[in-house]
DNA sequence: TGTTGTGAACGCTTTCACAGCT
DNA sequence: AGCTGTGAAAGCGTTCACAACA
């Protein structure tokens, strides 16, 4: 079945081809030329199922019988995923996260270069941080229409975190990912994708205490197996 | 209905509860005493009918025709997360991230202490980040059951992950929170969050190129809409 | 009256199982 | 013989819609 109108990949597939492309670039790195969906399903720690089901959305690129190629693949998820380009991304938050972010060098060479950091605080405008200087937020929409950003990255305080998304919407960016731990109030037609280390932490906390309460009543279920 | 047995909330719902928790946290602190599921919904950017199955997994603590209090649900979501205790951290890798993970004061006044940092290098074992001195990652075992850790922050390089990971439930620990770009593997008994902003800006830039290939439809909708 | 709590319907995701190719 | 690609079934999660009730 061709399908030549846009392809449309679940969102929940959508998370897991990164994930798949990190994988099969360490194949590559380890000179592997060709997978099969047992294979990477292991590497994933999914189901092969759910992997031939993934890569089925991406077009028909494997062969019956003997597999995936490796470089092919990655190509085929790097072209789905759109990083066939570069995403030049904004900072907003001139804090301890926002200036690492900005020093970090590992994200231009996966396409993903900061091109700009804003403050809203005059002592922090102006200071260097990495190759970048800080910028006053209210350039900030002259920086995303000049520099073509379409990612902003909010790393302010949690109290400033809602203005520097509108203030990120105002100047035309369609993605953000949030570091503030704060739910933003955004229109529907911008991408949200939120890092919040308490959320992650609260839910192995629930984890955590269901291992407990369950291995007290297996405890307890091993004393009634033996009665006094 | 009473289900006085164990109660096991879906998973899609125990990662909403931390962020109603945060809301609610708000409210408190802004004198709220109480919300309807309409108010919280759409502070929380979903839809009302989803808060209420929601919190209707913690029990029955609304009132029909008046909604929730504030304080009680802050109170039964603590106690169904698990943070009426602390979870003891321990992070393994003492390089930047790590470092700053140790240093950073604020998890433990939310319930999760960082009490211990372990590396493999030499150089770093015994230098000091924040009230912490860093061990070596040899005396894991022994810092975990001491000091009742729970929870394992991987920090180190993507290479040394996996042995990280081993160490770490070598060691006892149950919960991991892993910041290295790599699908660790790990036995189904033990909890994983992957905290990777790589992955996070590979989703965004997937519906980034989905928004502009569908304006460019739409464009070329409109100029065929308006034929010469 | 106003809002919760919840069966039932719906839709999305995963898994199964096997036809279809190499 | 072996592995992919995919309909169909099963399993979850979300939303609807309304009875229950303060």
């Known amino acids: 079945m061709t399908h030549s109108q846009r392809r449309r990949i679940p969102d929940a597939a959508v998370a897991r081809l990164p994930v798949y492309l990190q994988i099969l670039n360490n194949l590559h790195a380890t000179n592997v030329a060709r ?3 047992d294979e990477l399903a292991a590497l994933a720690g999914v189901n092969a199922a759910k992997v031939r089901k993934d890569l089925s959305y991406l077009g028909s690129y494997g062969t ?74 209210r350039n900030l929409q002259k920086l995303v229409k000049d520099l073509e950003v379409t990612i902003g990255a909010i790393t302010t305080s949690t109290s400033a975190a809602q203005s520097a998304a509108d203030a990120l919407i105002e100047a035309g960016i369609t993605s953000i990912l949030n570091f ?45 197996a033996v009665p006094v």
Chains 1, 2 share one sequence.
């Open 180 to 224: 503030a731990p704060i739910v933003l109030a955004i229109p529907s037609s911008v991408s949200v994708r939120n890092v919040d280390l308490g959320v992650e932490l609260q839910i192995l906390s629930y984890y955590e205490q269901m291992r407990i309460e369950q291995s007290d009543s297996k405890s307890q279920q091993k004393s009634n």
């Open 35 to 37: 997978f099969s969906s």
């Open 64 to 137: 019956r019988g003997v597999g995936y190629e490796v470089t092919y693949l990655i190509h085929q998820i790097r072209r789905e995923l759109g990083l066939m380009r570069e995403w030049n991304v904004v900072v907003v938050g001139a804090g301890n996260l926002g200036c690492a972010l900005a020093k970090f060098g590992g994200f231009a060479p996966r396409g993903f270069p900061v091109v700009g950091i804003v403050d809203n605080d005059p002592k922090k405008i102006g200071q260097s941080t990495g190759a970048l200087k800080v910028s006053d937020v």
